[in-house]
């Protein structure tokens, strides 16, 4: 009786090239995160420090308010973006030290206060953010 065996389907699965996907999205996600520079903003919120300083800065902190309509008031006084950015480079030159106050109405547009984050942040000064008075 020459019958012949049936061919079985074998329900087995083949791991290994699926070990490979995985270690190539694995190398692939390692090597992406570690280029990834966080584009952040040197912002410190007003609240307690842990370390207590000791050296006060030269210039006490300008403050720079943003009314709703996007105008700037620097110290009191109604200042362009650029009086604003050449008073920060001034006592930049003068003091190592150098932080300002930026106090936003409620309603006042993100861009005006981006913008006097950004001047912060290229000048590297620290920048504190506080609400309405």
Request: proline content about 6%; aromatic content about 6%.
């Amino acid at each position: 009786m020459g019958m012949k065996k049936r061919a079985k389907v074998s329900a087995e699965f083949s791991m290994s090239s699926l070990t490979d996907i995985i270690f190539l999205l694995l190398i692939f996600f390692m090597l992406t995160s570690s280029m990834v520079v966080p584009n952040a903003l040197n912002l410190k919120l007003p609240g307690q420090s842990k370390k207590q300083t000791t050296n006060q800065p030269k210039f006490p902190p300008s403050e720079v308010k943003v009314n709703k309509n996007g105008t700037y008031l620097l110290n009191g006084a109604k200042a362009r973006k650029s009086a604003i950015e050449k008073a920060v480079r001034d006592q930049k030159k003068k003091s190592k030290k150098v932080s300002i106050v930026i106090i936003p109405d409620d309603n006042a547009p993100n861009e005006s206060v981006v913008a006097i984050l950004d001047i912060a942040y290229r000048y590297q000064i620290d920048a504190i953010m506080t609400d309405p008075r």
